[in-house]
C-alpha cells in the first residue's frame, strides 16, 4: 500500500489534510500536498481513501 | 443521439429554501439542453458523476467569452475575457501560476491558525447584537461582516484603511447593479488597493496575502489588483449568504437544529452536510465550461464548442450518499461539491469551513432561543444568476 501525490498537478486545496491529518500535510514553502507517511498502517487507510476521492485534482493515489 | 428538449433557465422558487420550480424534473433524464435568459443555450449537468467529469475534464474550459453566466441579461459581458488576474477564466499551466500561490495563501494550518481571531470577531459581533436586544437583522449582525472582516485581514489592508475598504467593497458586492456601477466600483476599490500592494511591495514583507502575492511571486500589478477584488467578492458574497441559508434550514427543521445543540463540537461533520444540503437545494445552475473537444457525458455526447453547465443538485444524488435528498447532521462528511470540483475549486473553502463552523457553533451556543421573527417565507432575498441568499434574516431570542 503506496501513498503518492502527483505534485505537478496538485493545486494545494488542503482537501487530504483534512481527510488524513496523519497522511498529509502542506508544504510551507508552496502549499502544494506532501505525503507523510507512504505506506500508512491499515487504521489510516479510510482517510486516505477519503482523500483519494476528495481530492479536487484528483492526483492522490494508493497502489494497493 | 437525439436532440433534447430546450427548457429556460430561472429562479422562481415556490419556497425560498427549495430549487427553482420544475428544475429537478427538468434536469432528472441526464443532461438537457437549456437556455439562459441572455440566449446562450448550454448543456445542464446534474448527476454526481456527470458534475465531478466536466469539473475536473481538461477537455472543458473555463476561458471566459460569451459565458452564459458571466453575461447581463441583455447579453452583455460582464468582464474582459481577457481581463489580468481573472483565475476563473483560465486553464492549466496558465491557472497554476495563479492559483498556487494563493493556495499557499490558504494553507489547512495557516487557516487553523487564523480561527482564535474568527473566534474573537463572531464573539464581539453577537455581544453586540446582543446589547441591542431583539429583535435583529442576523446578516447584517453577523453574516456580512464576518467574511468581510476576515478576508480583509487576510488579505493585509492595514487598520487604517479598513473603513474606506469595507465601504467601497459594500458599494461593489453589496447590490446587483448594472455592468458601469460594477466597473465605476471596481475601479475605486482598484484605487484603494493600489497604495496597500504598492506599500508592501516596499517593504518587502510577505505575511499576509497581498504581501505574499505582491513580494513572492510574479503577478503585474493589474493581476494583483483584479486577484484581491476577486479573493474579496468570494469573501464577501458567498460565506455571508451560506451562513445565512444554514441558519434558515436549521430554522426550518427544528430536529436537526436539536442534533448541533445537544453536542456542538460536531461542527465540523454539520457544516459538511449543511454545505451538501444547502447547495443541493439552490438546484439553480451556476459553473459553466466549454467543450473543447467531442466528450460523452452521461451517455449525452456534447459537441466541441458546446457551453456546459453544472447544477450542484449534483449533491442530492444517491449516488454520493443514501437518502441524499435528506437532510442529516447525524451523517459523517461525505465529498460534497459544495465547493465545487477540479482545479478550480473554491480556493477558500477551508476558511469558509472555519467562519462557518466558528459562527453557526458560536450563534446556538449563545442564543440557544435563537429563532426567526417572521416566517422563513415571508423574508427578502437576493438572486443573481451566482449568488442566491436572505437579504435579511429577522431574529429574536
Given at each position: 500500500m503506496?501513498?503518492?501525490?502527483?505534485?505537478?498537478?496538485?493545486?494545494?486545496?488542503?482537501?487530504?489534510?483534512?481527510?488524513?491529518?496523519?497522511?498529509?500535510?502542506?508544504?510551507?514553502?508552496d502549499?502544494?500536498?506532501?505525503?507523510?507517511?507512504?505506506?500508512?498502517?491499515?487504521?489510516?487507510?479510510?482517510?486516505?481513501?477519503?482523500?483519494?476521492?476528495r481530492?479536487?485534482?484528483?492526483?492522490?493515489?494508493?497502489?494497493? | 443521439?437525439?436532440?433534447?428538449?430546450?427548457?429556460p433557465?430561472?429562479h422562481e422558487?415556490?419556497?425560498p429554501?427549495h430549487?427553482?420550480?420544475?428544475?429537478?424534473?427538468?434536469?432528472?433524464?441526464?443532461p438537457?439542453?437549456?437556455v439562459?435568459?441572455?440566449?446562450?443555450?448550454?448543456w445542464?449537468?446534474?448527476s454526481y458523476?456527470?458534475v465531478?467529469?466536466?469539473?475536473?475534464?481538461?477537455?472543458?474550459?473555463?476561458?471566459?467569452?460569451?459565458?452564459?453566466?458571466?453575461r447581463?441579461?441583455?447579453?452583455e459581458?460582464?468582464?474582459?475575457?481577457?481581463?489580468?488576474?481573472?483565475?476563473?477564466?483560465?486553464?492549466g499551466?496558465?491557472?497554476?501560476?495563479?492559483?498556487?500561490?494563493?493556495?499557499r495563501?490558504?494553507?489547512?494550518?495557516?487557516m487553523?491558525e487564523l480561527?482564535?481571531?474568527?473566534?474573537?470577531?463572531?464573539?464581539?459581533?453577537?455581544?453586540?447584537?446582543?446589547a441591542?436586544?431583539?429583535p435583529?437583522?442576523?446578516?447584517?449582525?453577523l453574516?456580512l461582516p464576518?467574511p468581510s472582516l476576515?478576508?480583509?485581514?487576510?488579505?493585509?489592508?492595514?487598520?487604517?484603511h479598513?473603513?474606506?475598504?469595507?465601504a467601497?467593497?459594500?458599494?461593489?458586492f453589496?447590490?446587483?447593479?448594472?455592468?458601469d456601477?460594477?466597473?465605476a466600483?471596481?475601479?475605486?476599490?482598484?484605487?484603494?488597493?493600489?497604495?496597500?500592494?504598492?506599500a508592501?511591495?516596499?517593504?518587502?514583507?510577505?505575511?499576509?496575502?497581498?504581501g505574499?502575492m505582491?513580494n513572492?511571486?510574479?503577478?503585474?500589478?493589474e493581476?494583483?489588483?483584479?486577484?484581491?477584488?476577486g479573493?474579496?467578492?468570494a469573501?464577501?458574497?458567498?460565506?455571508?449568504?451560506?451562513?445565512?441559508?444554514?441558519?434558515?434550514?436549521?430554522?426550518?427543521?427544528?430536529?436537526q437544529?436539536?442534533?448541533?445543540?445537544?453536542?456542538?463540537?460536531?461542527?465540523d461533520?454539520?457544516?459538511?452536510?449543511?454545505?451538501?444540503?444547502?447547495?443541493?437545494q439552490?438546484?439553480?445552475p451556476g459553473?459553466?465550461?466549454?467543450?473543447t473537444?467531442?466528450?460523452?457525458v452521461?451517455?449525452?455526447?456534447?459537441?466541441a464548442g458546446?457551453?456546459?453547465?453544472v447544477?450542484?443538485?449534483?449533491?442530492l444524488?444517491?449516488?454520493?450518499?443514501p437518502?441524499?435528498?435528506?437532510?442529516d447532521?447525524?451523517?459523517?462528511?461525505?465529498?460534497?461539491?459544495g465547493?465545487g470540483?477540479?482545479?478550480?475549486?473554491c480556493?477558500?473553502?477551508?476558511l469558509?469551513?472555519?467562519?462557518?463552523?466558528i459562527?453557526?457553533?458560536?450563534?446556538?451556543?449563545r442564543?440557544?432561543?435563537?429563532?426567526?421573527?417572521?416566517?422563513v417565507?415571508?423574508?427578502?432575498?437576493?438572486?443573481d444568476?451566482?449568488t442566491?441568499?436572505?437579504?435579511?434574516?429577522?431574529?429574536v431570542?
Amino acid at each position: 500500500m503506496t501513498v503518492r501525490i502527483d505534485q505537478t498537478r496538485c493545486i494545494g486545496s488542503g482537501q487530504c489534510v483534512l481527510a488524513a491529518p496523519d497522511v498529509f500535510d502542506q508544504s510551507d514553502d508552496d502549499g502544494l500536498g506532501v505525503v507523510l507517511v507512504a505506506e500508512p498502517p491499515a487504521d489510516l487507510l479510510p482517510g486516505v481513501r477519503d482523500a483519494v476521492d476528495r481530492c479536487p485534482a484528483q492526483v492522490v493515489t494508493l497502489e494497493e | 443521439m437525439t436532440e433534447a428538449a430546450v427548457c429556460p433557465v430561472h429562479h422562481e422558487r415556490d419556497h425560498p429554501l427549495h430549487p427553482p420550480i420544475g428544475f429537478a424534473e427538468a434536469v432528472s433524464d441526464g443532461p438537457v439542453r437549456m437556455v439562459w435568459p441572455n440566449g446562450v443555450e448550454a448543456w445542464m449537468v446534474s448527476s454526481y458523476a456527470g458534475v465531478r467529469q466536466v469539473l475536473s475534464d481538461p477537455r472543458f474550459s473555463t476561458r471566459k467569452g460569451g459565458q452564459p453566466e458571466m453575461r447581463t441579461d441583455n447579453g452583455e459581458e460582464v468582464l474582459d475575457p481577457d481581463q489580468p488576474g481573472n483565475i476563473n477564466g483560465i486553464d492549466g499551466a496558465e491557472h497554476m501560476r495563479l492559483r498556487r500561490p494563493l493556495s499557499r495563501g490558504f494553507m489547512v494550518k495557516r487557516m487553523n491558525e487564523l480561527r482564535p481571531r474568527i473566534q474573537q470577531i463572531v464573539d464581539e459581533h453577537l455581544d453586540v447584537m446582543e446589547a441591542k436586544g431583539a429583535p435583529a437583522d442576523l446578516v447584517a449582525s453577523l453574516c456580512l461582516p464576518l467574511p468581510s472582516l476576515v478576508i480583509a485581514e487576510l488579505l493585509g489592508v492595514p487598520p487604517e484603511h479598513q473603513e474606506l475598504f469595507q465601504a467601497t467593497a459594500g458599494d461593489l458586492f453589496g447590490k446587483n447593479g448594472s455592468k458601469d456601477e460594477y466597473l465605476a466600483h471596481a475601479t475605486k476599490l482598484a484605487e484603494v488597493l493600489t497604495p496597500i500592494v504598492e506599500a508592501k511591495r516596499a517593504a518587502g514583507t510577505n505575511d499576509d496575502m497581498i504581501g505574499l502575492m505582491a513580494n513572492d511571486t510574479d503577478f503585474s500589478m493589474e493581476e494583483l489588483i483584479f486577484l484581491c477584488i476577486g479573493l474579496l467578492a468570494a469573501g464577501h458574497e458567498t460565506t455571508s449568504n451560506f451562513l445565512g441559508l444554514f441558519t434558515l434550514h436549521l430554522f426550518e427543521k427544528p430536529d436537526q437544529l436539536e442534533v448541533l445543540r445537544r453536542d456542538p463540537s460536531r461542527a465540523d461533520v454539520v457544516v459538511e452536510e449543511l454545505m451538501r444540503y444547502t447547495v443541493g437545494q439552490l438546484g439553480g445552475p451556476g459553473l459553466t465550461r466549454r467543450a473543447t473537444e467531442d466528450v460523452e457525458v452521461d451517455g449525452v455526447l456534447i459537441k466541441a464548442g458546446d457551453w456546459v453547465s453544472v447544477s450542484l443538485m449534483a449533491n442530492l444524488d444517491e449516488a454520493l450518499c443514501p437518502r441524499a435528498e435528506q437532510l442529516d447532521l447525524e451523517r459523517d462528511a461525505v465529498s460534497h461539491l459544495g465547493f465545487g470540483f477540479g482545479p478550480h475549486q473554491c480556493l477558500g473553502a477551508n476558511l469558509a469551513r472555519a467562519e462557518l463552523q466558528i459562527g453557526l457553533r458560536t450563534l446556538f451556543e449563545r442564543f440557544p432561543n435563537l429563532r426567526p421573527a417572521v416566517p422563513v417565507t415571508e423574508m427578502r432575498y437576493r438572486n443573481d444568476m451566482i449568488t442566491y441568499g436572505a437579504a435579511e434574516i429577522p431574529v429574536v431570542w
